[in-house]
């Protein structure tokens, strides 16, 4: 039985392409299982620029009970795909639920603001003495009413108790390989950087 975590991207129309393709790519090139679901009805989901992306299942399609705790979830930013997210009820309880579990949770751009608010992040805060998350310039009410640290956008990527945050689509690459390094170590997210020329 395969026990390597898995990575379930999830797409909302609105969403921004370079947030959810970079990070497919370098996880599809390390060898990750990844799951792309569309949180409607339709597998053709569009972007904010769009370009339109055929997800592999649509949430009715996949149960969402079968994603472990090991596996990752991961949300794109973009808007309006963002706040489509997030008004994704299914979605948003199976994502608290696997962050409750001890699940890995991902999101870049606007995502980690206006998805990840809505995790109890304040108990995250009190039980670690601080979290330190990212986002997209402008977007840091959300996370700092919960007590959340908003490091410099500029830094790209952050990671801190189970969540993994990037500030926009520049650092879309290098959200891709801290996923993969979370999951299959730093050698592995080494290798793909240096085949993809980094």
């Known amino acids: 039985m395969n026990t390597q975590p898995r990575a379930f991207l999830f797409l909302a129309d609105g969403f921004e392409i370079t947030e959810a393709m970079a990070p497919a790519d370098i996880l599809v090139r390390g060898g990750i299982e990844l799951n792309i ?78 998805v990840l608010s809505l995790l109890p992040l304040e108990e995250a805060v009190r039980a670690r003495g601080g979290l330190k998350m990212t986002c997209y310039e402008g977007f840091e009410p959300y996370l700092t009413a919960k007590g959340v640290t908003v490091v410099d956008q500029r830094q790209g990527v952050v990671a801190d108790a189970g969540i993994i945050s990037a500030s926009g689509a520049g650092h879309a690459v290098a959200f891709g390989l801290k996923i993969l390094e979370l999951i299959s170590g730093n050698d592995a997210a080494q290798k793909i950087a240096q085949a993809i020329m980094l």
Request: charged share 15%; glycine share 6%; hydrophobic share 40%.
């Open 37 to 114: 679901i569309s949180i409607s009805d339709s597998h053709t989901v569009t972007s904010a620029q769009r370009i339109s992306v055929n997800a592999e299942f649509t949430l009715d399609e996949y149960p969402l009970n079968d994603i472990r705790t090991e596996d990752i979830m991961i949300f794109p930013g973009g808007m309006p795909g963002s706040t489509n997210l997030a008004a994704c009820a299914p979605l948003v309880n199976r994502m608290q639920r696997h962050y409750a579990e001890g699940g890995t949770v991902a999101a870049i751009c606007a995502a980690p603001a206006v």
